[in-house]
């Protein structure tokens, strides 16, 4: 057994402290709906969970996330009651903050854990690489920046799909890594992005005969399928039995959201969206109709649904056929090599990355569903990190905008710095030469890329501000920002795809 | 260490270390058997992978980014005064500043309404306030609108003050740092990993950074010129040590805790091996020259003619008032004087109490027992004069006699701790004075051994546990758990960890002397306990009815011990220190003649 130095443990009580610190810092409407679901657990019987809407924040997750935190609420009875009382909205006493924000810190654990895990499963050529690796998820500003600020619990879901995930690596353990998924769909239904995968490696690994597709293993489909289903009647079960399916489905999926969310994500609609706004003023000259109905539009198409005014209209059926395409690409590579590993986490990424471009009303918090299982194989040589720099610089640049007071900028830029400039530099030292050769242009443009990083950030950071004042033009850094953060995002999704194929 | 051993011993092979690293790695690798390696305590894991030698360029950038983040953090809570009318604190005193010396001009900056958080800094800070004030001007007017912004909290302004706190002292504090550490350890032959782990260290001293990104002061700023004066005399620069001294004296007077030391060895220095009556001569005009420039705005905005109008019609400093000499009140001169003896008036508050609210010096704790109310007040001055001389006269004479640079930082720290205990007027907040050189002695030989360790580490706990009843004051409570348990942490020391206190060396190796004695240990551990009682006390039981104040008097005795013992240690290890020279010199001396 190796030691490794800083150990997990080490770096989570350091971080642990500096998040700490964090406490009076700046909170998202997130924390807001995270107290409200404290309340509404607490003080409701389960019947009216979904059905409650004194706040506007109403239950928008699965039963077993509303489960956390009733769990919760019974700790939270004994620090401050009124924050679990419905009709308290807005309310933040400072033993709310301090109690809310302590659950994401402990609740981290599980991530820590499942880390610990992950090396543990690696073998010992390969065990420094997974340790940074985890390292480097461990301190992500990803989940610095949308958990210990923001206000969200991913850390400890994450942890959950990591556990699953290396639960994956074995054959003796796939049944639970199985179910470790099930139960993850029924907290938060997001991670349905990366089902395919996980079904159609389970399928492949644990129901079919490794060496015959036609020939199927019985007992693990019986296995597998008992215990799948049989998570979801624990979670769905009881409302189906009140009736109340129809009512979930509406709160789960509000599907009258528009195309891109108010940040834009940096995704392939962004930079649609942009290319039409970029559009308009040649469309005269190229002899383009212009939809001026979408011109006058309030929202611009960030809210509500999206007109644009040249380039054709998306709807959600092109989403879903694109992002279902995408995702079935790196699926027939999984589905040839059963019981290949590398190949699965590889699948998970790449179908995050389809439903990070592709999706509908894409969240930019959801990045993390590609950096972070991506994170678990950046290591296994130079051409997956090559693949990875860009991702890791334009992902977590790309959640700046959800942090926009003063006193909080400092932290988001100085701690994403720190973590690019420490993990870029180990990653570097740490990852294997690949026994292929390097793909050239990708190397040298992904250097390019990042070197752009730099005046960019302090482009939008404060030239723009000595340039053009506080108030003028103030869209165009996160224009900026934004494309080339769906530049970075596409162009490693480009490369992965190459290096996952040629592996 | 290992070099020090019986030469009959074979010294164990140490992998991954440069031929060149002294001894002085030791402390911090420990090997448990069977050619494994652990660090030492965790800070030493954290840098673990640099210990092969990776480039400063990297290893610097990511110190100074982490031990920023952690400042900043701290800035977000509370500071002192906040929601607190009609005074406020520190940071409505400085805000103030800002506030007066951007719109008043410079002949009344140090007269105007005096009630009211008048300036009592020396003139560098009033020129640092003036230049801050204007650069925040410029985002907002508001913020230091005369008269109308007083007590103004608002959070872009909290934002803009914090700011400035950290700007100043990577401005100042962290570059005098740096150099200095860099410089100290090559001079003491120290490997760069491990001045790079002590640079961490005292980056995250939690004193420091509690104190001034907390409840809000820019000690920093004094204590960085400090630093970039000791930085100066290790380069041989005399001449720009003084500069650096009289600009720290000129930040905040408290650097005169340091004086008396600088004086010594500086007198020292021209004075051994053979009288040196020019560099005497320079040392003395350019201390002369550097404070003239200093005032010299001040000066002449004191001498226009409107100025004088204001001061002829004005009452007189007290000091003026003393002076045998009668000056025309309409002369320029007049001006010059008046000016130079509000400056000064306000500057040393001779007029105050011996000692103010609960600190943890010799004089509150004998007033603890035998009140000292009952005596005139200028024979307390005397005796805390007397008493002050005595604690700092054996150091200073040391410094006088042997003004070698690597005493410096036992003297500075033996006398600091003197000024601390026995002079006039001490605020709890004045501990970052001698907790600083203290702290710097991580960076020498020898400096992460388990010994010196412990004793830095324990001083500079009991430190922050003596500023605990301010800091709750100013709601930094959490960043001071949060703060002093991870210094604490990352140095292995206790509460968290007692690695530092056990011996894991057999005795006769020679390593011992490195390690904590038995006494050293006893006398920590019920230091340690003392102070974890005390926050449980404090916590959970109210003082009893009549004594409110019970609590915070029982933190400043056991603080006044405890720096008594920390005195103690500073002297001894100068003396040890020096006894070491002597003994080389004299070892070098027979060598010399045997040839």
């Not at chain 1, 006493?93 to 609740?107: A, C, G, K, N």
């Not at chain 1, 769905?236 to 528009?258: C, E, I, N, V």
């Not at chain 1, 090559?386 to 007071?405: I, K």
């Not at chain 2, 001079?187 to 002590?198: D, E, F, L, T, Y």
Request: proline share 6%; hydrophobic share 50%; charged share 15%.
């Amino acid at each position: 057994m190796v030691e490794l130095y800083p150990s997990l443990a080490q770096c989570a009580i350091v971080a642990a402290a500096f998040k700490v610190l964090l406490f009076p810092a700046y909170k998202s409407t997130d924390f807001e709906v995270h107290r409200n679901w404290l309340a509404i657990t607490h003080s409701l019987p389960i019947q009216e969970w979904y059905y409650e809407k004194s706040s506007e924040w109403t239950l928008d997750y699965p039963p077993f996330f509303a489960a956390f935190e009733w769990i919760m609420s019974q700790a939270a009875a004994y620090v401050d009651p009124a924050m679990l009382v419905v009709k308290n909205l807005g309310y933040d006493s400072w033993q709310t903050v301090y109690f809310q924000r302590t659950t994401v810190i402990l609740t981290e654990l599980v991530l820590v854990f499942a880390l610990s895990r992950f090396v543990k499963s690696v073998p010992l050529p390969n065990k420094n690489a997974a340790h940074v690796a985890s390292l480097s998820i461990l301190l992500s500003p990803g989940l610095f920046i949308i958990d210990h600020i923001h206000f969200q619990y991913n850390g400890f879901m994450y942890g959950l799909l990591i556990l699953s995930i290396v639960l994956a690596r074995k054959q003796s353990t796939l049944l639970y890594s199985g179910i470790l998924f099930a139960v993850l769909l029924c907290m938060k239904h997001i991670y349905l992005y990366l089902a395919l995968a996980y079904f159609v490696y389970l399928l492949r690994t644990y129901c079919l005969d490794a060496k015959s597709v036609f020939r199927p293993r019985f007992g693990n489909i019986i296995k597998l399928g008992f215990c799948v289903v049989g998570v979801f009647a624990i979670a769905f079960g009881p409302f189906a039995q009140w009736g109340q399916l129809l009512q979930l489905k509406d709160r789960l999926f509000p599907f009258s959201r528009g195309l891109c969310h108010a940040y834009w994500a940096p995704n392939i609609w962004a930079m649609y969206s942009f290319t039409d706004r970029a559009l308009i003023p040649l469309a005269p000259r190229l002899g383009l109709p212009v939809n001026h109905e979408a011109l006058t539009s309030v929202t611009r198409g960030l809210v509500g649904d999206t007109s644009f005014a040249i380039l054709p209209e998306v709807t959600k059926e092109h989403t879903f056929i694109l992002t279902f395409l995408f995702q079935l690409v790196p699926l027939i590579k999984v589905w040839r090599n059963p019981g290949c590993w590398d190949t699965f986490v590889g699948a998970i990424t790449l179908c995050g990355y389809s439903s990070f471009l592709f999706g509908w009303h894409v969240h930019e918090k959801a990045i993390l569903l590609i950096i972070i299982p991506f994170s678990l194989i950046a290591l296994k040589d130079r051409r997956y990190f090559s693949a990875f720099r860009p991702l890791a610089v334009a992902g977590h640049v790309s959640l700046f905008p959800l942090l926009f007071t003063a006193a909080e900028f400092p932290l988001k830029t100085v701690y994403t710095v720190l973590w690019l400039v420490l993990f870029l530099f180990v990653f570097d030292q740490v990852a294997p030469v690949s026994e292929r050769p390097r793909i050239f242009v990708f190397d040298r443009l992904s250097l390019l890329y990042l070197t752009v990083s730099i005046p960019l950030i302090v482009y939008c950071s404060l030239g723009h501000q000595l340039i053009f004042g506080w108030d003028r033009l103030e869209f165009l850094p996160l224009m900026f920002m934004s494309s080339y953060s769906a530049l970075g995002v596409v162009g490693s999704w480009v490369g992965f795809m190459v290096v996952y194929f040629t592996a | 260490m290992a070099n020090l051993a019986p030469s009959h011993r074979p010294r164990p092979r140490k992998k991954g270390r440069p031929a060149t690293s002294p001894g002085s790695n030791n402390n911090l690798i420990l090997d448990i058997g069977d050619g494994k390696q652990t660090p030492a305590f965790p800070l030493v894991s954290f840098l673990w992978a640099a210990r092969a030698g990776v480039s400063q360029w990297l290893i610097l950038p990511l110190i100074l980014m982490a031990v920023g983040l952690f400042r900043w953090a701290v800035s977000l809570w509370g500071y002192s005064g906040f929601q607190v009318p009609p005074m406020h604190g520190d940071f409505e005193a400085q805000r103030h500043w800002m506030e007066i010396t951007t719109h008043l001009p410079m002949a009344q900056w140090y007269t105007y309404d005096l009630q009211y958080w008048g300036l009592d800094y020396p003139p560098l800070t009033a020129y640092h306030s003036w230049l801050l004030g204007k650069i925040g001007s410029a985002f907002d007017p508001e913020w230091f609108a005369l008269d109308a912004s007083r007590g103004f909290e608002d959070p872009n302004l909290k934002v803009y003050m914090r700011a400035t706190v950290v700007v100043s002292e990577y401005f100042v504090f962290i570059p005098a740092v740096v150099t200095f550490l860099r410089r100290y350890t090559r001079m003491q032959g120290v490997h760069a990993w491990s001045a790079s782990i002590a640079l961490a260290a005292v980056l995250l001293q939690p004193g420091n950074i509690l104190v001034d990104h907390g409840h809000f002061q820019y000690n920093t700023v004094m204590l960085g010129l400090v630093v970039a004066s000791l930085d100066a005399i290790l380069a041989g620069r005399m001449l720009w040590a003084c500069i650096f001294f009289v600009g720290a004296l000129g930040f905040k007077q408290m650097a005169l805790y340091y004086a008396p030391v600088m004086f010594a060895y500086l007198l020292g220095v021209c004075t051994f091996p053979r009288i040196n009556i020019p560099r005497l001569f320079g040392i003395a005009l350019i201390t002369l020259a550097s404070f003239a420039l200093l005032l010299a705005p001040l000066l002449v905005g004191a001498a226009n003619a409107s100025t004088r109008e204001v001061y002829a019609s004005s009452p007189a400093p007290p000091l003026l008032q003393t002076l045998p000499i009668q000056v025309d009140k309409s002369s320029v001169l007049y001006a010059l004087i008046f000016q130079l003896t509000q400056i000064v008036h306000r500057v040393f508050p001779f007029a105050r109490g011996l000692f103010e609210d609960k600190v943890a010096n010799a004089w509150c704790a004998i007033h603890t027992f035998y009140k000292l109310t009952r005596f005139d007040a200028t024979l307390l001055q005397r005796a805390s004069l007397g008493a002050t001389l005595a604690s700092i006269i054996v150091p200073c004479a040391i410094i006088f006699r042997h003004p070698r640079a690597s005493l410096l930082l036992p003297a500075l720290s033996a006398v600091a701790w003197g000024f601390f205990l026995f002079s006039f007027q001490v605020h709890e907040k004045s501990v970052l004075l001698p907790l600083l050189p203290m702290t710097l002695l991580l960076a020498g030989d020898g400096g992460l051994s388990k010994e010196l360790r412990a004793w830095v580490g324990w001083a500079n706990i009991l430190g922050s546990w003596t500023m605990y009843p301010l800091l709750k004051r100013d709601e930094l409570r959490i960043p001071y758990f949060v703060l002093t348990l991870l210094w604490a942490y990352l140095l292995g020391l206790p509460p968290t960890s007692f690695e530092t206190y056990r011996s894991r060396l057999p005795r006769e190796t020679g390593a011992a002397q490195f390690e904590p004695s038995t006494l050293t240990t006893l006398l920590h551990f019920s230091f340690y306990l003392v102070m974890i009682a005390w926050h449980v006390l404090e916590a959970f039981v109210a003082p009893p009815p009549g004594k409110p104040d019970l609590w915070v008097v029982l933190n400043a005795l056991v603080g006044a011990g405890g720096f008594g013992i920390a005195y103690l240690w500073c002297m001894w290890k100068l003396l040890t220190q020096c006894r070491k020279i002597d003994l080389q010199a004299i070892g070098e001396d027979s060598q010399k003649k045997k040839q």
